[in-house]
C-alpha cells in the first residue's frame, strides 16, 4: 500500500531487526538510506535487493516534496536511517511532517533505539525521563545544561567519543560531581560496556580510559525530598488513625 514506512534498523547487533522490517525493506518500491553504504551492507547481510536513494541532513530540504509526491502517485516508500529509529537525533521528522500536511499515510514500526535500553540498564527511575539527544557543540551548550539543573526526571543524552570527557565534566559543573551517571558504550555490540557511579567518578574513568565507540549518558534527575540521589521514591509512612 502506498504510504511512508519508519524503519527502524540495528544499532549494532543485526539480529535485532524486526521479521516485520525485512518484509517492508523487501517489499518497498524505493529506500530512503541516511548513507547508502551503510544501508547496502544491511541489506546485503539480509539478503535484500532494492533500489537505495540518498536521503540525509543535508539534501531533505531538497527532496522531501519530490519523495511525498512519489507516494502520493502510488509508491512504498521505506525511510531508515544508519542505525537505529529515523527521526531520534537522525533525519526523518521533516520528511515525517511533509507527508503529513499532504495526506500521506505514515506508518512507524518500533525497533531499535539506544535510548531505551541504556535507560533501562542505568538503574534510575524509568517511569518519566527527558531525551536530550546530542547536545549543541558550541553555541548555547552551557545555557541549554544550566536550563536543566533543576530537572528531577532522569536524563539522557547521545555524545561522541571525542567529546564524552568534556561532556562530563560540564555535566559535573552544572549538577555537581556526586550526581549519580550511567554510561552506556556500544550498545548489543561485541564491546558493550556500561560505567555507572557519580560524575566524578566516571569522569575519572573516561580520563584515564580512552573513550570509543557510540556514547548514550543517563543522568539521574535532581534528587528530592524522599528519593535517594538517583534512586525510587521511598514511600511515605501511613498517617496514624
Do not use: W
Amino acid at each position: 500500500m502506498a504510504r511512508l514506512y519508519i524503519v527502524p534498523t540495528p544499532i549494532g547487533n543485526l539480529d535485532d531487526i524486526t521479521l516485520r522490517a525485512i518484509t517492508v525493506l523487501r517489499e518497498a518500491d524505493f529506500i530512503l538510506a541516511e548513507d547508502t553504504r551503510t544501508t547496502s551492507f544491511l541489506l546485503r547481510h539480509l539478503g535484500i535487493e532494492n533500489k537505495l536513494r540518498s536521503h540525509h541532513k543535508f539534501n531533505e530540504h531538497a527532496t522531501v516534496h519530490a519523495v511525498a509526491e512519489s507516494i502520493a502517485a502510488g509508491h512504498c516508500v521505506a525511510l531508515v536511517s544508519d542505525a537505529g529509529t529515523p527521526g531520534i537525533s537522525d533525519p526523518g521528522f521533516l520528511l515525517v511532517r511533509t507527508c503529513i500536511e499532504q495526506g500521506i499515510e505514515v506508518e512507524t514500526l518500533p525497533g531499535p533505539t539506544a535510548v531505551i535500553p541504556a535507560l533501562v540498564q542505568s538503574g534510575f527511575p524509568c517511569d518519566r525521563f527527558c531525551f536530550e539527544g546530542f547536545l549543541p557543540q558550541k553555541k548555547g551548550r552551557s545555557k541549554h545544561l544550566q536550563a536543566l539543573a533543576d530537572e528531577e526526571r532522569t536524563m539522557i543524552f547521545y555524545e561522541s567519543p571525542y567529546r564524552v570527557v568534556r561532556c562530563l565534566e560540564q555535566l559535573a559543573e552544572v549538577f555537581g560531581p556526586e550526581r549519580r551517571v550511567s554510561v552506556s558504550r556500544e550498545l548489543t555490540k561485541k564491546f558493550e560496556q556500561t560505567v555507572r557511579g557519580t560524575l566524578a567518578e566516571v569522569l575519572g574513568h573516561f580520563r584515564t580510559t580512552e573513550p570509543k565507540g557510540e556514547f548514550v549518558i543517563v543522568v539521574a534527575g535532581r534528587p528530592k525530598p524522599g528519593r535517594r540521589n538517583g534512586g525510587p521514591e521511598v514511600p511515605e509512612e501511613p498517617e496514624d488513625d
